[in-house]
T-cell receptor, first 115, second 113 residues
Framework: KAGVTQTPRYLIKTRGQQVTLSCSPI?????VSWYQQTPGQGLQFLFE???????NKGNFPGRFSGRQFSNSRSEMNVSTLELGDSALYLC??????????????FGNGTRLTVT | AQSVTQLDSQVPVFEEAPVELRCNYS??????LFWYVQYPNQGLQLLLK??????LVKGINGFEAEFNKSQTSFHLRKPSVHISDTAEYFC???????????FGSGTKLNVKP
């Protein structure tokens, strides 16, 4: 069974630009969550999508948005990039039926560098 | 809401020595508990989980953890570490019936030869 796939692995963008990250979950998983990982803040929850609907949201500004498609693939978009957005962005999938039945399965992440 | 505290940001240890990585959580409801490991340039991988039943949980790579409800702790242990265990370890908590995981800030385990 293929794992969670994130593309691209690395991105370099300039301040003010926008970026789109992609995540393909494990086959059959309907929930996709996004996390931002930085050395100073650790893992910060961005949002979770389940069956194309945003089910949970973290405390990030509106520049961070996401969506989920009917095949459960998800994209995350960051507009008007700031230097502080440089981070490893992790995607995780699960069945979405509660943590008892399905813990999170993570992709290898997209390393975003904003210059 | 839930929160997780990992008291040690870095733990240096010599190869073949025992190690304990500490995790304390705060929650007003019953929770499930997890430990994840992250190797360099990779995502997080599930190490073990506590859902119910026996409070001593065994995971992959010889790791185990013990759930202590009275002390709200879920410490991770390994009796003898290897160089290959060098990684960052994250403790996580999620309440029953919700899918929102709360992660600790991570503990970097550095195994020295």
């Amino acid at each position: 069974k293929a794992g969670v796939t994130q593309t691209p692995r690395y991105l370099i963008k300039t301040r003010g630009q926008q970026v789109t990250l992609s995540c393909s979950p494990i086959s059959g998983h309907r929930s996709v969550s996004w996390y931002q990982q930085t050395p100073g803040q650790g893992l910060q929850f961005l949002f979770e999508y389940f069956s194309e609907t945003q089910r949970n949201k973290g405390n990030f500004p509106g520049r961070f948005s996401g969506r989920q498609f009917s095949n459960s693939r998800s994209e995350m978009n960051v507009s008007t990039l700031e230097l502080g957005d440089s981070a490893l962005y992790l995607c995780a999938s699960s069945s979405g039926q509660g943590a008892y039945n399905s813990p999170l399965h993570f992709g290898n992440g997209t390393r975003l560098t904003v210059t | 809401a839930q929160s997780v505290t990992q008291l040690d940001s870095q733990v240096p240890v010599f190869e073949e020595a025992p190690v304990e990585l500490r995790c304390n959580y705060s929650s007003s409801v019953s929770v499930y508990l997890f430990w994840y490991v992250q190797y360099p340039n990779q995502g997080l991988q599930l190490l073990l989980k506590y859902l119910s039943g026996s409070t001593l949980v065994k995971g992959i790579n010889g790791f185990e953890a013990e759930f202590n409800k009275s002390q709200t702790s879920f410490h991770l242990r390994k009796p003898s570490v290897h160089i290959s265990d060098t990684a960052e370890y994250f403790c996580a908590v999620v309440s029953y019936n919700f899918n929102k995981f709360y992660f600790g800030s991570g503990t970097k385990l550095n195994v020295k030869p």
